[in-house]
């Protein structure tokens, strides 16, 4: 059985922080991200966000504080162990070969891969589900090296989908994609944790995208400060304003709103 279907798993950071050079990004961070949760971490650009998740994937290590995932430091989880707690989407993938986009998205099943290492019915049934929830089935026998930039994400997404694990990070998984395939993405996100009671952390620059899709958010402001908590208590007009260095206001048009810049600059 896979990792997302055995058990539902918590993530804890106690007190990190964060420093690029002489820079402080975070100081002094505490939260939890909890199952069912969608969080997008906001905030200008350095201000930490690619850090901060490779720092809670377990790739980087922070200035000081702790990672917890399951309430096991991720020092204490091994390889293969932590790669079916956790999935990262990085920013940027290469192909380095060419592949199908079926096999390139069952590469994500390797923590699940035992005896020789064949992939099963239920690795393919996975990989096929995951490229169906972002509308990419007919695209299965495509060579990945013939995709256009936003096709390879959605590629990737599908992928990290596939991997099935309790924790999902992702670092601008909306990058390259239009409109309509960044909302698929949004659902698909937001399905995964309501359904399957994931927590799901992902990097975004677009701060309404992220006011309707995540439950949660956490902006940076790239000079040690974060404010975490439900999406539309942290990205309101003044904290927003405060984090980029631009006033923005936000409007109303019935059920919705929207964040906007409250002033033109000649």
């Not at 923590?111 to 990419?136: K, N, V």
């Not at 309404?208 to 309101?236: I, Y």
Request: aromatic share 4%; hydrophobic share 45%.
């Amino acid at each position: 059985m896979d990792a997302a279907q055995e058990t539902a798993m918590s993530l804890h950071v106690d007190g990190i922080v964060l420093r690029a050079g002489a820079r402080t990004l975070i100081d002094s961070l505490t939260q939890r991200f909890s199952p069912g949760e969608t969080w997008c971490i906001a905030g200008p650009n350095g201000a930490g966000k690619t850090t901060l998740i490779n720092v809670l994937a377990g790739l980087l290590k922070a200035a000081a504080g702790s990672v917890s995932l399951d309430g096991r430091a991720l020092s204490a989880w091994r390889g293969a162990e932590l790669a079916r707690a956790r999935a990262l989407m990085p920013q940027a993938t290469h192909d380095a070969f060419s592949a199908t986009v079926l096999d390139t998205v069952l590469l994500n099943r390797f923590p699940y891969l035992t005896g020789w290492g064949w992939e099963s019915d239920d690795d393919r049934a996975a990989a096929r589900a995951a490229l169906d929830a972002l509308g990419l089935a007919s695209f299965a026998a495509r060579d990945v090296l013939t995709l256009s930039g936003g096709e390879r994400q959605r590629v990737a997404l599908a992928a990290t989908l596939c991997q099935n694990a309790p924790l999902l990070l992702l670092d601008e998984p909306l990058a390259h994609l239009d409109l309509h395939h960044q909302i698929d993405c949004l659902h698909a996100l937001r399905g995964a944790a309501r359904a399957d009671k994931r927590t799901v952390i992902f990097s975004c620059h677009d701060l309404n995208l992220a006011r309707r899709f995540a439950t949660h958010a956490l902006l940076l402001d790239g000079r040690g400060g974060a404010c975490a908590g439900p999406v539309a208590e942290v990205l309101t007009p003044e904290r927003a304003s405060a984090a980029f260095g631009y006033p923005l206001a936000l409007i109303r048009d019935g059920e919705h709103e929207a964040l906007v810049p409250s002033i033109h600059r000649s």
